[in-house]
């Protein structure tokens, strides 16, 4: 008796080492729980292998071949549920890494990229608009060779002024034409304007002139050409100032009011 249960014992534990081995081989790398429960399921084929050889030797054989039924199939559920386990985490999406929040930058003023010492250019100032006068002189520049009064026993009423001939000759102030041409006896080739306020300046002597009647005139513009037609002793011009036509008045005195200075 004592002799057959030494060697059922011996054979239990030769089985339960085969069982290990094969748990072993085919739980590596599996999770710790896998393993407890195939210890757990090896040493219970231990006990009751213990148990039935104090029972005597009828059980023995039954109940070992139970215990290796159940470690395999322990053995196969522990595998199933490592591999189903296995699976899961493999399925299991990774999270995605945190984007990194890149607060935008502050928009610098346009000043700051301007160098340190570097001038802004100034802007250009703009030319000066060139204003006519209201009132000119009739032939700028000319030399004056006889003033308003007496000469020779008669009425000089004017002033001449003498420039080469040809010299264009111009109107002192805005009006408007009121004759030209050979008009008026002992003046020649004349031009008379109107200023419009009772006024009238008379232009005689022209070699030509430039101008039609009704004609709407300024300071400075053309009226004629310096010439020596009718009572002349060569080219000049005669310059006279009417208040009211014909009334004859002093016109040196008349244009220095008005800003324009003659010497008599």
Not at 19 to 44: E, N
Not at 62 to 69: C, F, G, I, K
Not at 163 to 188: D, K, L, M
Not at 222 to 230: A, D, F, K, P, R
Request: aromatic content about 6%; charged content about 20%.
């Amino acid at each position: 008796m004592q002799g057959s249960s030494t060697e059922l014992l011996k054979a239990a534990r030769a089985q339960y080492d085969i069982v290990s081995d094969k748990i072993r081989s085919g739980l590596r790398g599996r999770s710790r729980h896998v393993v407890a429960v195939a210890a757990l399921a090896g040493i219970a084929s231990v006990g009751l292998v213990a148990a039935n050889i104090d029972n005597g030797p009828t059980e023995v054989t039954p109940v070992a071949a139970t215990s290796t039924v159940s470690r395999e199939a322990a053995a196969e559920r522990a595998d199933r549920s490592a591999r189903t386990t296995a699976k899961t985490q493999l399925a299991a999406p990774k999270a995605a890494p945190k984007a990194k929040s890149v607060a935008p930058k502050a928009a610098q003023p346009a000043q700051s990229k301007a160098k340190a010492g570097t001038s802004v250019p100034k802007a250009k100032a703009a030319a000066p608009v060139k204003v006519r006068p209201t009132w000119g002189s009739p032939m700028p520049g000319a030399q004056v060779t006889s003033c308003f009064g007496q000469r020779w026993g008669v009425l000089h009423a004017g002033v001449d002024l003498a420039e080469p001939a040809g010299t264009p000759i111009r109107a002192v102030g805005p009006g408007t034409v009121f004759s030209n041409g050979w008009a008026y006896s002992g003046y020649g080739i004349s031009v008379v304007v109107d200023h419009g306020d009772g006024y009238f300046t008379h232009y005689a002597h022209m070699s030509r002139d430039a101008v039609q009647i009704g004609q709407k005139v300024k300071a400075g513009d053309l009226l004629g050409y310096e010439g020596s037609t009718g009572d002349s002793t060569g080219p000049h011009l005669h310059f006279e100032v009417h208040k009211g036509m014909w009334n004859q008045i002093e016109p040196s005195a008349w244009l220095k009011a008005r800003g324009v200075p003659i010497s008599c």
